[in-house]
């Protein structure tokens, strides 16, 4: 990342906007950094993605400064417009049958919830407790693998 200092009234730490990570090909240089491989041509979705990841580097850039931290976590913003973020959840995962869900503590609603990740199918569940959580957990994919049967379709396999 370029990051310089612009000597704009008292000066201020800034990143140069035309080659935030290199050079001037932002998502071709968001490439080389995840895969350490030059980049000759992408798919709109690889773009699409490196897009995304790019525009999120500002939230997380804000929340770093705010909080002081590089913590794993959910974020949110105390207050609309403001520029304080706090933590709302800490982010875990949990593996059966191959299928891996988040565990995110919901601070509010004082509950764990999942989602099971790296599948186009939603599978949605919570639970008060680890134990209840896991029970869940497991009885959701379950569910899942019995319905595929049923309406005579292959249940989808995570993405390794």
């Not at 932002?26 to 950094?33: A, L, N, T």
């Not at 959910?74 to 049958?97: D, G, Q």
């Not at 764990?112 to 008060?128: A, N, Y």
């Amino acid at each position: 990342m370029h990051v310089g200092w612009s000597n704009c009234e008292f000066g201020a730490p800034e990143i140069d906007p035309k080659r935030p990570y290199g050079n001037s090909w932002v998502i071709g240089d968001i490439h080389e950094i995840l895969t350490g491989e030059d980049l000759e041509e992408l798919t709109e979705s690889q773009e699409e993605e490196y897009r995304q990841l790019h525009e999120q580097t500002q939230t997380a850039l804000q929340i770093i400064l705010s909080t002081g931290k590089f913590e794993e976590g959910l974020y949110m913003l105390t207050e609309p417009y403001s520029s304080t973020w706090v933590r709302k959840a800490m982010i875990n995962s949990m593996i059966y049958k191959d299928y891996t869900a988040s565990m995110v503590f919901d601070t509010e609603d004082k509950i764990i919830v999942g989602h099971v990740l790296d599948i186009d199918d939603i599978i949605s569940f919570h639970g008060e407790t680890i134990a209840e959580f896991e029970s869940n957990f497991h009885a959701a994919i379950e569910d899942y693998l019995a319905a595929s049967q049923e309406l005579g379709s292959s249940p989808e396999k995570p993405a390794s």
